[in-house]
């Protein structure tokens, strides 16, 4: 039995399919795989260029002839448009896991009222193979490390971390993002303003204790 792999990247144009599956050819290859990559977005570059379908294919393993994954032969299916995942689900192994972008690019069909945009997708994709579904605009980074957390020591506000906190408070809203660092300045602004969002923000901090 074969032990290549299959990764199939799917989405519309412009969302950076190709490049991802580029990113992951080269770290494949640094690590000493055999690796194989196609890319297939409609009439050349033309209608990936208008937000048409796009798909790129990653094969690896000790030695890969082909970059051609058929039907019902993906490990992974990686889709940065829902539709899309409903689109390429057929490439997927009974096995296979899906990760699915759900933030939702609608086709020019959509656009023009001429169709809906299709609901349920995910639901319906989750009853046949695993699926990890998220909002992608609403990530900035996703880190996987078996490092531990590097914790820093908790200190109360001093008096002049208190008087900082005080002059910039009237500056700040609902919704606000604040870097702050570490030392006594978080918990000056976090005692007792914005409580909700800031005490998930003082757990890293005080995660030791």
């Not at 970059?67 to 993906?74: D, R, T, V, Y």
């Not at 319906?124 to 490092?147: G, M, N, Q, R, Y």
Request: aromatic letters at 8%; glycine letters at 10%; proline letters at 6%.
């Amino acid at each position: 039995m074969s032990d290549i792999k299959s990764v199939l990247f799917v989405g519309v144009g412009g969302q950076g399919t190709i490049l991802a599956s580029k990113i992951l050819t080269i770290g494949l290859i640094g690590h000493g795989y055999d690796v194989k990559m196609s890319e297939v977005h409609g009439e050349v570059h033309g209608m990936s260029q208008r937000g048409g379908s796009v798909s790129t294919q990653v094969r690896f393993c000790s030695k890969v002839y082909s970059p051609i994954i058929g039907e019902g032969s993906a490990d992974i299916l990686v889709s940065f448009e829902e539709m899309e995942a409903a689109r390429y689900a057929r490439f997927l192994k009974t096995d296979g896991k899906m990760v699915v972008n759900t933030a939702q690019l609608p086709s020019l069909p959509v656009l023009s009222g001429d169709c809906p945009y299709p609901q349920g997708i995910v639901e319906e994709l989750k009853k046949h193979v695993p699926v990890w579904a998220f909002d992608a605009t609403k990530v900035d980074a996703i880190v996987e490390s078996e490092e531990p957390i590097s914790l820093a020591p908790n200190r109360e506000p001093s008096a002049i971390d208190q008087q900082i906190a005080e002059n910039i408070f009237p500056y700040l809203h609902d919704g606000i993002t604040l870097q702050l660092g570490i030392g006594g300045m978080p918990n000056a602004l976090g005692k007792p303003h914005c409580r909700i969002g800031f005490e998930r923000l003082r757990y890293a901090y005080r995660a030791h204790e």
